[in-house]
Nanobody
Framework: QVQLVESGGGLVQPGGSLRLSCAAS????????MGWYRQAPGKERELVAA???????NYADSVSGRFTISRDNAKNTVYLQMNSLKPEDTAVYYC?????????????WGQGTQVTVSS
């Protein structure tokens, strides 16, 4: 079992920045991929950014160039640096982790943290 605890959400003005943190309860070397998803009211949950155990990253087109995902293996923590925030970035952001492979693959979710971009 992997527990994920997010922090860093809040209210920010358009053009502002926030950094989200996701602390894992286990050594993240054992986690294949960690990522951030978001879900806005009335919309489906969508992938924002992900990072593999080797450091490869991918981003949604809507955040590419503005958001940066990174991981600190020593702290078992993944970060999402969000710059140039827009009102459409408003959502609940969830940390996600994948362990194992094939039929042994497991998915874990954090409880979510609210990000609101508004003037």
């Amino acid at each position: 079992q992997v527990q994920l605890v997010e922090s860093g959400g809040g209210l920010v003005q358009p053009g502002g920045s926030l950094r989200l943190s996701c602390a894992a309860s286990t050594n993240i070397f054992s986690i294949n991929t960690m990522g951030w998803y978001r879900q806005a009211p009335g919309k489906e949950r969508e992938l924002v950014a992900a990072i593999t155990s080797t450091g490869s990253t991918n981003y949604a087109d809507s955040v590419s160039g503005r958001f940066t995902i990174s991981r600190d293996n020593a702290k078992n923590t993944v970060y999402l640096q969000m710059n140039s925030l827009k009102p459409e970035d408003t959502a609940v952001y969830y940390c996600h982790a994948v362990t194992g492979w094939g039929r042994f693959e497991s998915h874990y979710w954090g409880q979510g943290t609210q990000v609101t971009v508004s003037s």
